[in-house]
């Protein structure tokens, strides 16, 4: 099955800075990559995701990155917020990667 | 839309009892639906791929005997925890595939505490 990597597994910023979060993937088949947000106690929540076809997707605050040569592919978070402080996953067909647990320091 | 529950959201039980939990997809259908566990400060496992109106499919290492899958309708799938013990302990969470843009959607979780 897929194998997916995700780095840091820790992440701590300051408030208004940048949060990027690194995943790569071993298929290089998989063509749909998700990023879920998980807050404490509660199920993931979708935030972003990609398709092979597109390098990059942006949604306010929050961007995806694809390399499908490099078979990596990353979450970028600007502006960072409290409210943004969560687990982060990011997933390749059905498997995710280890998750990364972000703080925003006010 | 797009939305999936589930039920319950925690349930505690007694070793060598069964437990339930029901997925639902209220706003789509769904052909396919996928069962999780998750431990403390760990990520999502998948444990079974459950496909209406056929057996599901278990991961490598899950017993199908001990978690039983059932997707009768496009609308709604069940995970029973059989004769439990206090290591099935755990966060359950479905994802039902679906909705406009055929997207995976989890439901909120299950915390099952087995004592």
């Known amino acids: 099955g897929e194998n997916v990597e995700q780095h840091p597994s820790t992440l701590s910023v300051q408030e208004g800075d940048s949060a990027v979060i690194k995943c790569t993937y071993s298929d290089s088949a998989s063509n749909y990559f998700p990023w879920y947000k998980q807050e404490l106690g509660k199920g993931p929540q979708l935030i972003i995701d990609i398709r092979s076809n597109v390098g990059e997707k942006k949604d306010q605050r929050i961007a995806v990155t694809l390399n499908k040569t490099a078979k990596h592919f990353s979450l970028h978070i600007t502006e960072t917020q409290p409210e943004d402080s969560a687990v982060y996953f990011c997933?390749?067909?059905?498997?995710f990667g280890a998750g990364t647990t972000v703080t925003v320091r006010a | 839309g797009a939305v999936v529950s589930q039920h319950p959201s925690w349930v505690i039980c007694k070793s060598g009892t069964s437990v339930k939990i029901e997925c639902r997809s209220l706003?789509?259908?769904?052909?396919?639906m996928f069962w999780y566990r998750q431990f403390p400060k760990q990520s999502l496992m998948l444990m079974a791929t459950?496909?209406?109106?056929?057996?599901?499919?278990?991961e490598q290492g899950v017993e199908k005997d001990k978690f039983l899958i059932n997707h009768a309708s496009l609308t709604l799938s069940t995970l029973t925890v059989t004769s439990a013990h206090p290591e099935d302990s755990s966060f359950y969470i479905c994802?039902?595939?679906?909705?406009?843009?055929?997207?995976?959607?989890f439901g909120p979780g299950t915390r099952l505490t087995v004592t």
């Open positions: 706003d789509f259908q769904a052909t396919t």
């Open positions: 994802s039902a595939l679906g909705g406009f843009d055929y997207e995976q959607y």
């Open positions: 459950s496909n209406e109106g056929s057996k599901a499919t278990y």
């Open positions: 997933a390749a067909v059905l498997s």
